[in-house]
């Protein structure tokens, strides 16, 4: 119903913001690392909605850009995700390192987020392993098989190429590009972000 909301911050809380868009407050629920990227009160904002509809209430929820908004839906498509558990994972993991952890099968990451246990983790892989569009993240299965130390330091960098603005396809394509064995994540940071700017 609502494809996003734009308008300025009136207040800010723990778990949502309330959004002025021409005198009407929107009350818009969001992941904490969301909160962590607002602007100011009373500055603009563009937040992408999902509003879910309940039987005793509609809850919007909100997000700064649509590959958050599409890694939640996809979260409360699995049978036990609500929407505070999908919100839960956004706040614990960007969306890349959480499509990188669907792609590993790596339970202990995604159980980072509060309220996710093992079974859970485990309904979450097997309902999305095949729904994540591998168009929009390329370079997740080439990492599959990849030691752990360098996952990681491929995705850190991967996941602060898409905070500065790049696509997951980008920014992996990047990454895997100039990655050498025993590179550092801001070596590897840095010289993707050449390759990205050629």
């Known amino acids: 119903m609502y494809a996003y909301v734009k308008g300025t911050i009136e207040n800010i809380k723990d778990s949502y913001v309330v959004v002025d868009v021409s005198g009407i407050g929107y009350k818009v629920h969001v992941p904490v690392s969301t909160i962590e990227k607002l602007p100011q009160r009373e500055q603009f904002v563009k937040l992408y909605t999902y509003l879910h509809v309940r039987e005793d209430a509609m809850d919007l929820y909100g997000f700064l850009d649509e590959e958050e908004l599409y890694m939640f839906e996809l979260l409360i498509s699995v049978s036990g995700v609500g929407p505070k558990a999908a919100l839960a994972l956004l706040s614990t993991l960007a969306p890349s390192k959480f499509a990188l952890a669907v792609a590993a099968s790596d ?8 309220g996710v246990g093992n079974k859970l983790a485990q309904r979450i892989i097997l309902e999305l392993k095949d729904k994540i569009k591998t168009e929009d993240l390329a370079g997740i299965r ?20 898409v905070v500065l603005g790049y696509s997951f396809a980008e920014a992996s394509a990047a990454v895997k590009a100039v990655h050498r064995e025993g590179m550092e ?5 840095r010289k993707a972000l050449k390759q990205l700017l050629r």
């Open 107 to 114: 339970i202990k990451t995604i159980t980072k987020a509060p």
């Open 185 to 189: 994540v801001e070596e590897i940071i």
């Open 142 to 161: 080439e990492m599959k098989n990849m030691p752990l130390e360098r996952l990681d330091h491929q995705s850190e960098a991967v996941s602060a190429l």
